[in-house]
């Protein structure tokens, strides 16, 4: 308060400070910046506590120093590799393992995580050929045995044909369920469809490092895995659920997107499976993928399938192209055999 002069009255003084627009721009940014450092505290103590408490089902080994995991069954003459869609992990393929463990006594099987998924440490963006290196030296780390049968669905059938084609002694056969064809993927009508998409990822991928894609998550503003949690059972769901909102899993999601609308894919060479048996489970406008092997030793399977996860919801389909596969390669081997003895 202050005395009027001559007067014994008083009058009140307005002590608020009248903020400026640099001064409230300011605050928000201070808000901003301290709601991001909580976020970020948030997280780290999250995936700290995640990864105490979740039990690992799986081996490791460690490729360039960042781990990679991966599942290694059977005792066998030939080993089934297995690499699947972006966004899923190992358990993609629990179906189709369980089936062929069930009908073959001898025969390998081999699933793994690629870069940020599961337990596997997160990476810098890497191109289908780099991702088909790290898988070799892998496959060599967990002394899977050769030859190989390659089984790639979606993004994995890209990291699948590099290895055949950078390491074909290695393999005796391949099955591709619902391959990405380059064609289509190295178009600008195929980068424009994935625009939205990509900047949503992009976003989760940054809010994952601050809370924010794990409060997306919790009220379902993160992009749709619907159709991948609906087939896992608890455990494997409480588990993917923990790693869906950490920074490995949508940096390494993001990637592959940037990887396939990159528009620079030059794999599918024709006749890459040249002298291996190629067995394709395709959809409409897949089937052009046929010249990647030998007509001889090609089986091209048309599917009208609407889910994506072939593998996962049609997986009698998968181990079909797998027995043909096996059953050409037993006989390619029966007959080079033959040959060398003559």
């Not at 069954?73 to 690499?83: A, H, I, L, M």
């Not at 989760?204 to 794990?214: A, R």
């Not at 059972?233 to 999601?253: G, P």
């Not at 994506?308 to 181990?319: A, E, F, G, H, R």
């Amino acid at each position: 308060m202050k005395l009027l002069p001559n007067s014994n009255g008083v009058y009140k003084v307005n002590m608020k400070k009248e903020l400026k627009p640099q001064d409230i721009a300011k605050n928000i940014i201070i808000g901003i910046l301290l709601a991001m450092a909580i976020g970020f505290i948030y997280q780290r103590i999250s995936n700290f506590i995640a990864k105490e408490t979740l039990k690992e089902r799986v081996d490791y080994a460690r490729v360039d120093d960042k781990r990679l995991d991966y599942k290694l069954k059977g005792e066998g003459k030939y080993t089934v590799v297995f690499d699947g869609n972006i966004g899923s992990n190992l358990n993609q393929w629990n179906e189709v393992i369980e089936i062929i463990d069930d009908e073959y006594g001898d025969l390998n099987t081999f699933v793994y995580n690629r870069s940020g998924y599961g337990f596997s440490d997160g990476s810098k963006q890497k191109t289908p050929k780099e991702q088909a290196e790290e898988l070799r030296i892998l496959l060599r780390k967990s002394a899977a045995p050769a030859p190989y049968i390659l089984v790639g669905e979606e993004y994995g059938s890209l990291v699948l044909t590099e290895f055949a084609k950078e390491y074909p002694d290695l393999v005796a056969g391949v099955v591709l369920v619902n391959p990405l064809v380059e064609e289509t993927i190295n178009s600008k009508d195929f980068k424009k469809s994935l625009l939205l998409n990509n900047i949503r990822r992009s976003i989760e991928s940054f809010g994952s490092s601050i809370g924010l894609t794990t409060l997306m998550d919790k009220v379902n503003l993160t992009c749709n895995t619907d159709e991948f949690e609906e087939m896992l059972d608890w455990e494997e769901l409480h588990e993917f659920k923990v790693h869906r909102t950490k920074k490995e899993y949508n940096q390494a999601v993001k990637n592959e997107f940037k990887t396939i609308t990159s528009g620079n894919i030059d794999i599918q060479e024709e006749g890459v499976f040249s002298g291996k048996p190629y067995y394709l489970i395709a959809k409409d406008g897949q089937e052009v993928l046929e010249s990647l092997g030998d007509e001889s030793l090609t089986k091209v399977y048309k599917v009208d399938y609407e889910e994506n996860l072939v593998s996962m919801y049609k997986p009698d389909t998968v181990v079909t192209g797998i027995r043909q596969v096996l059953k050409q390669a037993n006989q390619i081997d029966r007959l080079e055999k033959k040959n060398k003895n003559n």
